[in-house]
């Protein structure tokens, strides 16, 4: 199988979720998506990256972005550790969690560890989910892939700044900058001569021939 990189096709499956039987591609629909990973149920960073999730939904969703997690244990788990994440996170999680206990979408999307890479993340010889997120576009198309080690929680504070980068850069000419935030200046797309550059945006500076600066149009803020 080829490996999955930016660009790829988001692999299609259909598994059994915590909201349902889903069919990813169908579940996606017009809408972008975010896929994240976990090793397995009641583990303690996820239990706190999970709330964090619930808690970003609207943020998600002002960005037409649906969510759905993974991990590797059944339902009847899922649901238990739904109602300790909801507990200790003060929320009400509703967004899907694949019930991957045959590891078919861990394989599909590579997400497998080994005892090579981390054998922390292997337990009597099974292997665990590595901490993955995939953003996919509503063209099915994967636009970012982040993995993270078990030790660290994932920031999706920055997951979010990086879908509101993907989304400016689809409707605009442009690229953004070290540690941009949504409002701040961009830089011209480099496909895109400085004269037009100063017909597309309000402000552009000039710092290199090939690093431009630009303020946006008020409608691209």
């Excluded at 200790?88 to 206990?101: G, M, Q, R, S, W």
Aim: proline share 7%.
């Amino acid at each position: 199988m080829a490996p999955l990189r930016l660009g790829s096709i988001a692999p299609d499956f259909t598994a059994e979720t915590t909201n349902g039987d889903v069919k990813f591609h169908d579940f996606i629909g017009d809408k972008w998506a975010v896929l994240f990973s976990h090793p397995a149920d009641f583990t303690p960073v996820c239990t706190t990256e999970l709330g964090e999730v619930a808690k970003l939904v609207p943020e998600f969703e002002k960005r037409n972005v649906k969510v759905i997690g993974l991990s590797t244990n059944d339902l009847t788990d899922h649901s238990k550790w739904v109602d300790d994440i909801n507990e200790v996170n003060d929320v009400t999680l509703k967004f899907p969690i694949i019930a991957d206990v045959d590891r078919q979408v861990s394989i599909l999307y590579d997400m497998l560890d080994s005892v090579e890479h981390d054998p922390t993340n292997v337990v009597n010889g099974i292997p665990f989910t590595v901490r993955s997120v995939f953003v996919i576009d509503p063209a099915k198309k994967i636009r970012l892939i982040l993995t993270y080690p078990a030790s660290c929680g994932r920031n999706f504070d920055e997951i979010l700044r990086a879908i509101d980068s993907l989304q400016l850069s689809d409707r605009q000419p442009i690229a953004t900058p070290a540690n941009w935030q949504p409002g701040e200046d961009v830089i011209v797309h480099v496909g895109v001569s400085t004269e037009k550059a100063k017909e597309i945006f309000p402000e552009v500076r000039v710092a290199r021939p090939y690093l431009r600066f630009a303020k946006l149009p008020a409608e691209g803020n």
